[in-house]
């Protein structure tokens, strides 16, 4: 999306526009609902449903360009992930045990078994991580935000988070050589 | 992203890796909740915008008020000065001299403040304790400075001056006469007549001679009797 085009949009979206707001959660939704699906949070939908309202409330101060708002939209699903942890941690719930449906499914049946593979093996190798280490790996590479703004997000410091992102990395390595997997 | 120090191979892994993520990972949500979602959003967002429009409003026009009540606020400071000094002087503290000065001014004496000239006095005692060359001093600065306090402080000057010449004096006159007893001066006259060991004829002429000592009472005294006859003459 060029920059005029973002803008436009941005401004559109503050003044109320459906559209405006169907094309932003048509975009940041599915990768926001796969952050928290992957960070085991609680009631994913709920709580993306809470991050787009929060978006919707403090879209004013937003000032900025596409990356940005990305960024800003993550942190924002970050502290809510974190919220809704310790809400359930309070309350606990029942989770449903409802799979993650990817977008890029296959047509053939091959390829979606291929895919469905590949999917709980990634959420296998992330179930060995670290609740730090998969936030940093996931924010850097699902959210793409710099070293900088995941560690705003995530309320660290810049190398903090390069020791987690390696640390993170290196766990994943030793798990798909242990295991002998091909993704 | 980058491994920082992985090797290749270990790299192309965990790209692959990352790569199998950013197709796993994100997922479609329930067509419901954007349905749903998105009219609240758009509504949200609207109203969030005419609340901050209607505040970022407010404080344009909250702005001239605000200036208004500190413009009045200092001006109740300002008028509380003189309540608070008249409170101070009803209770009993002497106010300083420019302040009762204004309130003169405006035709109001304040009560139990001390008169003019017992604060002139005041003023200038209180060097005139260290000496004459002080009280002088005084009565000079008072006079340059203050015209209304001049007259009364270079009056209690002058008094305190005298008084000083007075002490000197009579210190100095004492000490000449009645306190240098080792070489009086009728005892050094007598000296060449005192030959037959009567008693000295410095015995009471100390204070006296100064002043009393004539020639007639000096001539009739004859050697033996000479403190005798000298006092019986003298009375």
Do not use: C
């Given at each position: 999306?060029?920059?005029?085009?973002?803008?436009?949009?941005?401004?559109?979206?503050?003044?109320?526009?459906?559209?405006?707001?169907?094309?932003?959660?048509?975009?940041?939704?599915?990768?926001?609902?796969?952050?928290?699906?992957?960070?085991?949070?609680?009631?994913?939908?709920?709580?993306?449903?809470?991050?787009?309202?929060?978006?919707?409330?403090?879209?004013?101060?937003?000032?900025?360009?596409?990356?940005?708002?990305?960024?800003?939209?993550?942190?924002?699903?970050?502290?809510?992930?974190?919220?809704?942890?310790?809400?359930?941690a309070?309350?606990?719930?029942?989770?449903?045990?409802?799979?993650?449906?990817?977008?890029?499914?296959?047509?053939?049946?091959?390829?979606?078994?291929?895919?469905?593979?590949?999917?709980?093996?990634?959420?296998?190798?992330?179930?060995?991580?670290?609740?730090?280490?998969?936030?940093?790996?996931?924010?850097?590479?699902?959210?793409?935000?710099?070293?900088?703004?995941?560690?705003?997000?995530?309320?660290?410091?810049?190398?903090?988070?390069?020791?987690?992102?390696?640390?993170?990395?290196?766990?994943?390595?030793?798990?798909?050589?242990?295991?002998?997997?091909?993704? | 992203?980058?491994?920082?120090?992985?090797?290749?191979?270990?790299?192309?892994?965990?790209?692959?890796?990352?790569?199998?993520?950013?197709?796993?990972?994100?997922?479609?949500?329930?067509?419901?909740?954007?349905?749903?979602?998105?009219?609240?959003?758009?509504?949200?967002a609207?109203?969030?915008?005419?609340?901050?429009?209607?505040?970022?409003?407010?404080?344009?026009?909250?702005?001239?008020?605000?200036?208004?009540?500190?413009?009045?606020?200092?001006?109740?400071?300002?008028?509380?000065?003189?309540?608070?000094?008249?409170?101070?002087?009803?209770?009993?503290?002497?106010?300083?001299?420019?302040?009762?000065?204004?309130?003169n001014?405006?035709?109001?004496?304040?009560?139990?403040q001390?008169p003019?000239?017992?604060?002139?006095?005041?003023?200038?005692?209180?060097?005139?304790?260290?000496?004459?060359?002080?009280?002088?001093?005084?009565s000079?600065s008072?006079?340059?400075?203050?015209k209304?306090?001049?007259?009364?402080?270079?009056?209690?000057?002058?008094?305190?001056?005298?008084?000083?010449?007075?002490?000197?004096?009579?210190?100095?006159?004492?000490?000449?006469?009645?306190l240098?007893?080792?070489t009086?001066p009728?005892?050094?006259?007598?000296?060449?007549?005192?030959?037959?060991?009567?008693?000295?004829?410095?015995?009471?002429?100390?204070?006296?001679?100064a002043?009393?000592?004539?020639?007639?009472?000096?001539?009739?005294?004859?050697?033996?009797?000479?403190?005798?006859?000298?006092?019986?003459?003298s009375?």
């Amino acid at each position: 999306m060029s920059p005029e085009r973002f803008t436009s949009l941005l401004v559109a979206a503050r003044e109320g526009s459906e559209a405006a707001w169907q094309e932003l959660y048509n975009s940041l939704a599915p990768i926001v609902l796969g952050y928290l699906r992957a960070n085991s949070a609680p009631d994913p939908e709920d709580v993306l449903g809470e991050v787009f309202l929060q978006v919707a409330r403090d879209i004013n101060r937003f000032d900025g360009e596409e990356p940005g708002f990305r960024s800003w939209v993550f942190t924002i699903a970050h502290h809510r992930l974190i919220d809704a942890r310790r809400h359930s941690a309070r309350r606990p719930v029942e989770l449903s045990a409802e799979p993650p449906e990817p977008i890029g499914r296959a047509d053939d049946a091959a390829e979606e078994a291929l895919a469905k593979i590949g999917t709980d093996e990634v959420k296998r190798v992330l179930g060995v991580l670290s609740d730090e280490q998969r936030a940093v790996l996931l924010l850097r590479v699902i959210g793409d935000l710099s070293i900088e703004d995941v560690a705003k997000a995530v309320g660290k410091r810049p190398g903090a988070v390069k020791a987690l992102q390696r640390r993170g990395l290196a766990a994943v390595k030793r798990e798909l050589t242990r295991k002998g997997v091909s993704l | 992203m980058s491994g920082d120090g992985a090797y290749e191979g270990e790299m192309n892994e965990v790209a692959l890796f990352e790569n199998a993520l950013r197709a796993a990972v994100p997922t479609r949500p329930d067509p419901a909740l954007g349905t749903t979602l998105v009219p609240r959003l758009a509504e949200v967002a609207r109203t969030a915008t005419i609340e901050a429009e209607t505040h970022a409003t407010r404080r344009r026009t909250s702005a001239p008020r605000s200036r208004l009540a500190l413009v009045a606020r200092v001006g109740v400071a300002v008028a509380l000065i003189p309540l608070v000094l008249a409170g101070l002087a009803f209770a009993g503290v002497t106010v300083p001299g420019p302040a009762r000065d204004a309130f003169n001014t405006v035709g109001i004496t304040l009560p139990n403040q001390p008169p003019k000239h017992s604060q002139a006095s005041n003023h200038s005692q209180g060097p005139s304790h260290a000496g004459t060359k002080g009280t002088t001093d005084t009565s000079t600065s008072d006079t340059t400075t203050s015209k209304g306090n001049s007259d009364a402080a270079h009056e209690h000057a002058l008094e305190q001056h005298s008084k000083a010449q007075g002490k000197a004096l009579g210190h100095d006159q004492g000490k000449a006469i009645g306190l240098n007893g080792s070489t009086p001066p009728g005892q050094a006259k007598d000296k060449g007549q005192d030959s037959g060991g009567g008693p000295p004829a410095h015995s009471n002429a100390g204070g006296n001679s100064a002043t009393h000592t004539t020639p007639q009472h000096t001539t009739p005294t004859t050697p033996g009797n000479g403190n005798g006859n000298a006092n019986g003459h003298s009375k």
